[in-house]
């Protein structure tokens, strides 16, 4: 410990091993020791080293949760030893939990498979809020796709019905005008979006009309039918429909098909990373508060049956293709129903 703090009996019972990582934070000036009010000094280095000392003395799941992610992973190896057969049970099993889970940071594969798991444990709770993932919300992060699945399906009865407000005590008169200005904003950026698929069409046309008629004729003939399933619109297709004065006629089930696949395309874009312009995923994906720990737990147990027998092992490559996550199964049920399936056809055959 630093020689200019005094000695006292739980320091003398310490190892050097823990000694060094404690001194490795106690340097750091990124970690946070305690809770400071306002105006409150910050600790000295031996304020510091008590405080870590105490929370390793009194508990190891505590100093982990506290201390671990600023730790390496040569320093986290020195906590294995909190969870062999010898150590009480109950926390031996914390440790372990708690030490997979720093561990993890230290693996591309693993790193990338926490923040995927921590983004759909909050994606639930965003949905059950039903605030993110509102219709009006998710309409104003992407007006143009809303308008092609579903806006334009609307009545005029069934969008006043959507936009009306819910005059509640937290209502004001400044929200209402600030979800005035929000809505004539992505109306803006709705336009523009179209402008822009509508611009890059005409540049498309006029790229076909330079084109000699025969070699039209042949790239037409050679063209093989459309292999695309619902919800992987091609461009031309989009366009084509964005061109169209009059709005295709669907079915009540379709239209609902239509908004599921909107709804579905904006969790799948939360999840994979897309909506950085509107979320700060700092908040989950450096969050253990969204660590399903039954999964997690689930996992680690796999890992040790696999390493146990070598010969049912599989690749990396083909566990992680075999691994859907439900929002995959969802997409994959969704693209495949019969319905949809149908509505599809009767599109690429109106175009």
């Given at each position: ?10 320091s003398?019972?310490?190892s ?39 929370v ?28 062999e ?12 939990l ?28 965003m949905?059950?809020?039903?605030t993110?993932?509102?219709e ?30 819910e ?108 909506d ?9 994906d ?16 796999d ?10 092992e ?10 859907e996550?439900?929002?995959?199964i ?16 009767n ?5």
């Amino acid at each position: 410990m630093d020689t200019d703090c005094p000695a006292n009996e739980s320091s003398m019972t310490v190892s050097s091993r823990i000694d060094n990582i404690i001194r490795a934070l106690v340097a750091n000036s990124e970690v946070a020791f305690k809770s400071q009010q306002r105006g409150e000094s910050e600790p000295n280095d031996c304020e510091k080293t008590d405080i870590a000392l105490g929370v390793f003395n009194r508990n190891k799941t505590s100093f982990l949760l506290k201390f671990g992610k600023y730790l390496n992973a040569r320093q986290l190896q020195y906590f294995d030893q909190f969870t062999e057969s010898h150590a009480e049970p109950a926390d031996c099993e914390e440790i372990r939990l708690v030490l997979d889970n720093l561990k993890i940071n230290f693996t591309t594969k693993g790193r990338n498979l926490q923040i995927k798991n921590r983004r759909y444990e909050a994606l639930q709770k965003m949905i059950e809020a039903d605030t993110y993932f509102s219709e009006i919300e998710m309409m104003k992060r992407h007006p143009l796709l809303y308008e092609q699945l579903v806006g334009q399906y609307l009545t005029e009865e069934e969008k006043r019905e959507r936009d009306k407000y819910e005059m509640k005590e937290n209502v004001t008169f400044v929200k209402i005008l600030m979800e005035g200005i929000e809505r004539e904003n992505a109306e803006k950026c709705r336009t523009l979006e179209q402008q822009k698929e509508e611009s890059q069409m005409e540049e498309s046309d006029s790229s076909d009309e330079d084109r000699p008629v025969d070699e039209i004729s042949v790239s037409l003939k050679s063209a093989r039918p459309s292999t695309s399933r619902w919800g992987e619109f091609e461009e031309h297709a989009i366009h084509a429909t964005r061109s169209r004065k009059s709005v295709p006629m669907v079915t009540a089930a379709e239209r609902l098909l239509l908004k599921q696949e909107f709804v579905t395309t904006m969790h799948q874009h939360f999840v994979d990373g897309k909506d950085a312009e509107f979320f700060d995923y700092t908040t989950v994906d450096d969050n253990p508060g969204y660590d399903n720990i039954k999964e997690m737990d689930h996992d680690a147990q796999d890992k040790y049956f696999d390493s146990e027998d070598p010969e049912d092992e599989i690749s990396a490559e083909e566990r992680c293709q075999s691994s859907e996550d439900e929002l995959d199964i969802y997409m994959n049920a969704l693209n495949q129903h019969p319905a949809v399936c149908e509505l599809a056809k009767n599109m690429h055959e109106n175009l």
